[in-house]
């Protein structure tokens, strides 16, 4: 059995997911998962239907990007994107990304996200699931507020964008998971609308294809 990843392509966790496998010289699978019928992703997990998640070799199937990672990373190809001492910083990171960053980030990309699925039965479903969450009418609220949170989005990049303007990676010359973590949150607002990246960070476009080609390598 070969390895798969689940995806949706704009999921900033699954597409950091991608990348540290990438980034290992991992062979594996990717599944385009239609974001209305996951009657496989089901049966492949027993009931877990959100993105990413992992079929390693051996068929163990692993969901939560975090526990992902943990995963990966602890084989002898990936511990190199966790490099000791900085493993703590690094962890850091990711997890800053996860939260924080992403939280800004994906409010950016939904408008586009929504209105890019090709059916109206996956964009009201889209719609429906964040409105769950975040209230009635939100994706529009955010549309309209965009130049707001492109702001809040550069004061939180901004540390990282002065350390990218001295080194080619967060963490020095090779990349690390801290890298992948933002690239996935990249990926997002690329897959969103590919004007929008420049908007929010033109030195991040440069950055995702330095890494791209990093992971090539």
Known sequence: MGMKLYRFRYSPYARK???????????YDTVEVAYSDRNELARVTGGYIQVPVLVD??????????????RLVATARGARLVPSPLDGPIWAYHDFVDGALEDVLFRIASPAVRDAWPTPGDRALYAFVKERKFGAGCVDAWQRDQADLITR???????????????????GDTPTLADASLY?????????????????AEPLVDFSRRLEAAAAA
Not at 153 to 170: E, G, M, N, Q, V
């Open 17 to 27: 997911v991608q990348m540290v496998l990438d980034l290992m010289g991992q062979t």
């Open 57 to 70: 070799d051996d068929g163990t199937v692993v969901t939560e990007s975090r526990a992902i990672c943990e």
């Open 153 to 171: 989005a550069r004061h939180l990049l901004a540390p990282s964008l002065r350390t990218l303007s001295a080194r080619p990676f967060l963490f």
């Open 184 to 200: 996935g949150n990249c990926k997002m607002i690329e897959e969103a609308d590919t004007r929008l990246l420049p908007r929010v």
